[in-house]
């Protein structure tokens, strides 16, 4: 068992699945660019889904779509794979808190990009879904499950909470760390520019989604927990909210920037 969990951890620590992990965080980048863009949409009167779904459905109207698509699709799977192998086999010379706490962002993350993987793919057999509809089907099915609606609530805030704390790393510039930065300079501000405002952004989409998610259980109309488009759209019908949308479509934009950025110089 030992030595088998020894080849997994070197095929998995590999170059190659290395630099296929790396397009990960730039296939990510793109999506949260193309989710901020759509977001800028709406703001201005357009239409459009802020979400994820929305987001691979732009991808895939570009030329070479379905190229597009399958070669987005390797490269979460790897970085979901990576992930993965970080939360099973590394961290193990951390303190025990902190360990944990690697890990399990690790796995978080494992997941996360084993979504985008999912979506991707999804689109490119021609069977995907929005996924503001998939997200009050689900909240929808669960509400009527046994405990669903205190499950619901759990989820939801612990959706809000990571929205936070998103934007307490953005404020605080801890992405830094898992970084290679760059020399004091242009470059080096770009990047923590990009990473403060991204994180910020992505904090306030998690916080709203979280929050949909909490109100739509507690009022019990399912059906109005949408995801992040359905979020966003939220936002764009308060006080100043067509602003309020600008300004978190212009910090997609900058994380998804940074996220390209990640690509290169994240600490594998």
């Not at 979901?80 to 962002?105: C, M």
């Not at 009527?144 to 404020?171: C, D, E, F, H, M």
């Not at 998610?213 to 979020?231: C, F, K, Q, Y």
Request: net charge positive; charged share 15%.
């Amino acid at each position: 068992m030992r030595e088998a969990a020894d080849t997994a951890e070197e095929v998995t620590n590999s170059r190659p699945l290395e630099i296929m992990a790396r397009a990960g965080f730039a296939v990510s980048g793109v999506l949260h660019f193309l989710m901020g863009s759509i977001a800028l949409r709406l703001a201005m009167g357009g239409e459009g889904k802020a979400d994820v779904s929305g987001a691979v459905k732009e991808l895939a109207s570009q030329p070479a779509g379905p190229i597009l698509l399958w070669s987005s699709f390797a490269a979460c799977v790897a970085l979901a794979i990576w992930q993965t192998s970080d939360a099973i086999f590394d961290y193990s010379h951390l303190p025990k808190k902190e360990k944990v706490g690697r890990k399990l962002k690790a796995a978080g993350q494992a997941v996360v990009f084993a979504a985008f993987a999912v979506t991707l793919a999804s689109f490119a057999i021609g069977t995907g879904k929005d996924n503001s509809q998939s997200t009050s089907d689900f909240t929808v099915t669960l509400m009527k499950a046994p405990g669903g609606v205190a499950l619901l609530i759990i989820i939801g805030a612990a959706v809000a909470v990571t929205g936070v704390v998103y934007a307490i790393r953005g404020v605080r510039k801890s992405f830094e760390k898992n970084l290679r930065m760059p020399a004091p300079g242009t470059a080096r501000t770009a990047v923590t520019v990009l990473g403060v405002v991204g994180y910020v952004a992505k904090g306030v989409a998690l916080l709203l989604v979280g929050l949909l998610i909490v109100v739509a259980t507690a009022r019990s109309h399912p059906e109005e927990s949408t995801g992040l488009d359905g979020g966003l759209k939220a936002l764009r019908d308060q006080p100043f909210g067509l602003y309020l949308l600008a300004a978190v479509g212009i910090g997609l934009i900058c994380y998804g920037v940074y996220s390209m950025m990640r690509a290169k110089l994240a600490k594998m």
